[in-house]
């Protein structure tokens, strides 16, 4: 056991004793990396050919580049100037080529000395900066450059030409080759890696042993190398992962729970002959998985996927429901007071006398539904913990107000989360810790998560998906407005909402911003395509006066926003929800759970600020009852940007899991990952949750069978070690909640 970590003593050692205090400070600061081992796994980014980087022909502008080139010749010039007024200031122009184009440099002041001495016409070299223009020609002031020597300099430059040079990810503060030489100091001790994989897997999938994989992926000789040791790392990290949820779902199923099964002649039954529908295939098949999981005496723990409208909430609460016949409590777990009031009044109307336990007019096998949030009255909130410590309420609504220590139930058996991405992990934890024993656990997202996505990020949760629309629902039909190229889209926007007022029709504006911040000018945010753009994102006070005094004069126009008083939020939503407002001005507060299906347009300002999935939460407001939705989509960015094509993809299709697949392709994974990791620096580097989702599968297999025969990884102490490294003790936690 002993032996384990002292092995591992080599990648352990912290760069500073290796590098020096000063390059080990710019990587831990602007890299991240701490350690042998973080610098062994800080991969080149792509690889080039020698005389392969990018050529001088084709030069990005304003971005940092490396070149390899020959000095074609070198000029220094004396001038004057203010710091040397006697014609003592020195700029050293030396021109370089690589047979594509050519590129002048430039070095002033103190700065030519050196280069003066060694840049020589015919002199090779690496050369890294800035792309700029001077004069209306291209430039790279003051770049560092790395001389390419040898004895016999033909024989130099030829076997230089045929290697693969790793080009890492760096900052301005640290060139790619820098990294590369200090890559090349500590790769000695990839020999010291210990493997995780087991060797029959290792041996059955014809893997690279790890230290070998180390060395190829810094210093491969062919591309046959690369492609071994690409697999090989990806392997490590899929599987380790894998391995971390396999053991966390192992031990969820040796935590006891309490069966909870329906009574045939109870409240649930009682409930499904009130419907005046039916109940979608997709709907059925997802309640009998999870009453299949209720029945078991270990937790259930389920990831419930569906469309915005897809019935997720009756889905939801029919499993609450059983769990009442069965003699429990459910409590459901809403991000915003705004969403648990509505969760409650919808689930009330939906239950009619059947939640009016004890009261006149309610049903003999009925129950208590409540509400618990934070800023309910003393009184209501009394009666409330009363209810749910004597049983008397068999359903709680609330937000995290549930979590708080008073909150004490007679008999826990389920927790139901809404939208799991908007809830604190220990938020989540600590109600669960509310039961005699685990409660059953059922977690509901409107955003679709790609197969991989779910078996990576949420691996320890068993997964539903509904993916069907239930009838009556209406198509919603998009449409990008390009405000900036043609006005007069937006003109026509603006009388489309006053059409569908006219019909009998609510509309939604979304704004990103509240507006009256302090707004910091230099901190105007930039879109990522155009630097020079300044102006802040539009927010809903501003937005808001200007349609009631302009395009929508005459409309009622009200505003919503998170920094309203919870009191001023449900009286806004209620009159909207009553038809007594025509137009609702708001931010995405409005991105989960309001239900108003009378309203039929929404028009979202900026919606280049928002990202995909947010979008395709936003547009699911609309066309929830059976005249049909429109949603408008309006942007000052260019066609040909980024932005806008994302804006065009969305319009184009109502597809949920396809849009998330095209968020996931378009950020980086460590967003989408980084999320469920505690917001550490994601521990994927190599593994693509979108491109790799063989490799996910297969781990997820091999971690099964690792964990069902050896759970504490006995036999393992390399795959031990290496969990230790993705997980401490809280990561392990945080992976287990999702």
Known sequence: MDLVPALQEPLKQPLKSVLGPATAKVMAEHLGLHTVGDLLHHYPRRYEERGQLTH????????????????????????????????????????????SGRLQLVFFGNGVHKPHKELLPGTRALFA?????????????????????????????????????PLYPATAKLESWKIAKAVQTVLPSAQEAIDPLPDSLRAGRGLLPLPEALLKIHRPHTKADIADARSRLKWDEAFVLQVALARRRHADTQLPAVARRPKPDGLLAAFDERLPFTLTEGQQKVSKEIFADLATEHPMHRLLQGEVGSGKTLVALRAMLAVVDAGGQAAMLAPTEVLAQQHHRSIVEMMGELAESGMLGGAEQATKVVLLTGSMGAAARRQALLDLATGEAGIVIGTH???????????????????????GVEQRDALRGKGKQPPHLLVMTATPIPRTVAMTVFGDLETSVLDQLPAGRSPIASHVVPAADKPHFLARAWERVREEVAG????????????????????????????????????????AGQLAEGPLNGLRVEVLHGRMQPDDKDAVMRRFAAGETDVLVATTVIEVGVNVPNATVMVIMDAD???????HQLRGRVGRGSAPGLCLLVSEMPEASAARQRLTAVASTLDGFELSRLDLEQRREGDVLGQAQSGARTSLRMLAVIDDEEIITQAREEAAAVVAADPDLEQLPGLRTALEALLDDEREQYLEKG
């Not at 600020?609 to 979008?615: W, Y």
């Open 56 to 99: 001088l022909a084709d030069l990005p502008m304003d971005e940092h580049v490396t070149v390899v080139a020959q000095v074609a010749d070198a000029r220094l010039h004396t001038f004057a100037s203010a710091k040397a007024p006697r014609g003592k200031g020195q700029r050293l122009e030396v021109t370089i080529t690589d047979g």
């Open 129 to 165: 900066g800035k792309v700029s223009v001077f004069n209306r020609r291209l430039q790279l002031a003051h770049p560092a450059y790395e001389l390419l020597r040898g004895d016999d300099v033909a024989e130099a430059v030829d076997s230089w030409a045929g290697a693969l040079i």
């Open 401 to 423: 107000a549930l979590i708080e220590d008073k909150v004490q139930f007679h008999d826990l058996g389920l927790v139901v989360v809404d939208e799991q991405h908007r809830f």
């Open 504 to 543: 009998g029709h609510q509309a939604y504006v979304v704004c990103p911003r509240i507006g009256d911040e302090e707004e910091d000018p230099k901190k105007a945010r930039k879109s990522p395509e155009d630097e020079t753009e300044k102006r802040p994102p539009l927010a809903v006070l501003d937005v």
């Open 609 to 615: 600020r928002f990202g995909v999935s947010q979008l």
